[in-house]
C-alpha cells in the first residue's frame, strides 16, 4: 500500500519563501505527481503538476511564484514557493496518480493522497 509522505509546512513571512516535500513510500513512480491546496471556506484546488515526463501545470495563481519538481530516483516531488502571500495560506496535499497500461487498458487509475501540510503566510 502506497503512502505519501509531506513536510516543509509552517509559517512564514509574506514574500518569503518555503520548501514542500512529498515522498511516496514504495518503488513506483508515478505517472503524474503534485499539490493542491484548500483553504478556509473554499474548495480544493490545483497547484501544480509533474508527470514522470517532466511536462508540468500550474494555476494561474502561481505561476511565476511556484516552482514544482521530482527525483524519481527518490520517489519525491518538490513545491518551492516564491513570494508568498497571505492569499496562498492553505493546506497543502501531495497527489500521486498513476495511469500506466495497467490501468489504461480497463479505464481507470490509480491516487493517492498525502496527509496534508499546513501553510500560514503572515502579512
Known amino acids: 500500500q502506497v503512502q505519501l509522505v509531506e513536510s516543509g509546512g509552517g509559517l512564514v513571512q509574506a514574500g518569503g519563501s518555503m520548501r514542500l516535500s512529498c515522498t511516496a513510500s514504495g518503488r513506483h513512480v508515478f505517472s503524474t505527481m503534485g499539490w493542491y491546496r484548500q483553504a478556509p471556506g473554499k474548495q480544493r484546488e490545483l497547484v501544480a503538476t509533474k508527470t514522470k515526463g517532466d511536462i508540468t501545470t500550474y494555476a494561474d495563481s502561481v505561476k511565476g511564484r511556484f516552482t514544482i519538481s521530482r527525483d524519481n530516483a527518490k520517489n519525491t516531488v518538490y513545491l518551492q514557493m516564491n513570494s508568498l502571500r497571505p492569499e496562498d495560506t492553505a493546506v497543502y496535499y501531495c497527489?500521486?496518480?498513476?495511469?500506466?497500461?495497467?490501468?489504461?487498458?480497463?479505464?481507470?487509475?490509480?491516487?493517492?493522497w498525502g496527509q496534508g501540510t499546513l501553510v500560514t503566510v503572515s502579512s
Open positions: 497527489n500521486a496518480v498513476e495511469t500506466g497500461t495497467y490501468y489504461a487498458v480497463t479505464g481507470g487509475y490509480l491516487e493517492v
